[in-house]
């Protein structure tokens, strides 16, 4: 079964940074590419990021470009968001999701990530 279990999120200030989190197992990690996406109240999924499963190319959206940078540990089974010079627009429910975009398969709970201003 495949799990995904986002942590880190938090509140923090506008300006700030946080570094997320996504413990993967079920599957095989490194084969893997990943994304994180993201849902701000009352809208729809934004796709934030994607990295392929060796981690040597990866690529964010225009919203994110320059402050967020994705990677993953392939021997920890593990991927990171580090998010800086936060902003209020940042602030959603971020969800790590296995597979490249929009060709998502599994995803995980989420983590609360609130930017205030």
């Known amino acids: 079964e495949v799990q995904l279990v986002e942590s880190g999120g938090g509140l923090v200030q506008s300006g700030g940074s946080l570094r997320l989190s996504c413990a993967a197992s079920?599957?095989?990690?490194?084969?893997?590419?990943m994304s994180w996406v993201r849902q701000a109240p009352g809208k729809g999924l934004e796709w934030v990021s994607f990295?392929?499963?060796?981690?040597?190319?990866?690529l964010c959206a225009d919203s994110v470009k320059g402050r967020f940078t994705v990677s993953r540990d392939n021997a920890k089974n593990t991927l990171y968001l580090q998010m800086n010079s936060l902003k209020p627009e940042d602030t959603a429910v971020y969800y790590c999701?296995?597979?490249?975009?929009?060709?998502?398969?599994?995803w995980g709970q989420g983590t609360q990530v609130t930017v205030s201003s």
């Open positions: 990295i392929n499963s060796a981690g040597n190319s990866a």
């Open positions: 999701a296995k597979g490249p975009r929009a060709l998502y398969d599994s």
């Open positions: 079920g599957f095989t990690f490194s084969n893997h590419a």
